[in-house]
T-cell receptor, first 114, second 117 residues
Framework: KAGVTQTPRYLIKTRGQQVTLSCSPI?????VSWYQQTPGQGLQFLFE???????NKGNFPGRFSGRQFSNSRSEMNVSTLELGDSALYLC?????????????FGPGTRLTVT | AQKITQTQPGMFVQEKEAVTLDCTYD???????LFWYKQPSSGEMIFLIY??????QNATEGRYSLNFQKARKSANLVISASQLGDSAMYFC??????????????FGTGTRLTIIP
């Protein structure tokens, strides 16, 4: 079974631009969560989507948004990029089977804002 | 207050020795889950072990075990017979509330483990 995939893996953007990151969960997983990882703030929860609906949201400004498609693929968008948005963005998917309660993480997208 | 506290920023351990990574947590929920993840330099988070708040036995997964002390709100990870490939960042995380319908994980700041040959 293929793991969680994230595209692109690396991205360089300029302040003020917007960016869209993509995440394809493991086949059959309907929940997708997004996390931001920075050296200063560590790993922080952005939001979670389940069956195309945002089910949970972290404490981030409205510039950060996301969506989920009917095939469970998810995208997150950051508008008006700031230098502080430079981070590793991790996506995780979860199965409906709660036997393991595990979240499966993708390799991440490393975003650099200049 | 920090929900997850990892007090060891870095640790150096001799190969083949056992190592304990500390984690304390803070929650008022009765139902919660505790996780340990490993993050190699490549960046991907690798699930190691899970402990539910109602689980009476300590979780074990191969060389990994979780020393769960509920009254002390402690969930330490023990790695037996460490290997060079264990060198990585290790994160403790918590999910508060019931498992279903809640995927938000709160992470600690991590411990960088270095295994010395």
């Amino acid at each position: 079974k293929a793991g969680v995939t994230q595209t692109p893996r690396y991205l360089i953007k300029t302040r003020g631009q917007q960016v869209t990151l993509s995440c394809s969960p493991i086949s059959g997983h309907r929940s997708v969560s997004w996390y931001q990882q920075t050296p200063g703030q560590g790993l922080q929860f952005l939001f979670e989507y389940f069956s195309e609906t945002q089910r949970n949201k972290g404490n981030f400004p409205g510039r950060f948004s996301g969506r989920q498609f009917s095939n469970s693929r998810s995208e997150m968008n950051v508008s008006t990029l700031e230098l502080g948005d430079s981070a590793l963005y991790l996506c995780a998917s979860s199965p409906l089977d709660r036997a393991t309660y595990e979240q499966y993480f993708g390799p991440g997208t490393r975003l650099t804002v200049t | 207050a920090q929900k997850i506290t990892q007090t060891q920023p870095g640790m150096f351990v001799q190969e083949k020795e056992a190592v304990t990574l500390d984690c304390t947590y803070d929650t008022s929920d009765q139902s919660y889950g505790l996780f340990w993840y490993k993050q190699p330099s490549s960046g991907e988070m690798i699930f190691l072990i899970y402990q539910g708040s109602y689980d009476e036995q300590n979780a074990t997964e191969g060389r990994y075990s979780l020393n769960f002390q509920k009254a002390r709100k402690s969930a330490n990870l023990v790695i037996s017979a460490s290997q060079l490939g264990d060198s990585a960042m290790y994160f403790c995380a918590m999910r508060e509330g019931p498992n279903f319908g809640n995927e938000k994980l709160t992470f600690g700041t991590g411990t960088r483990l270095t295994i010395i040959p």
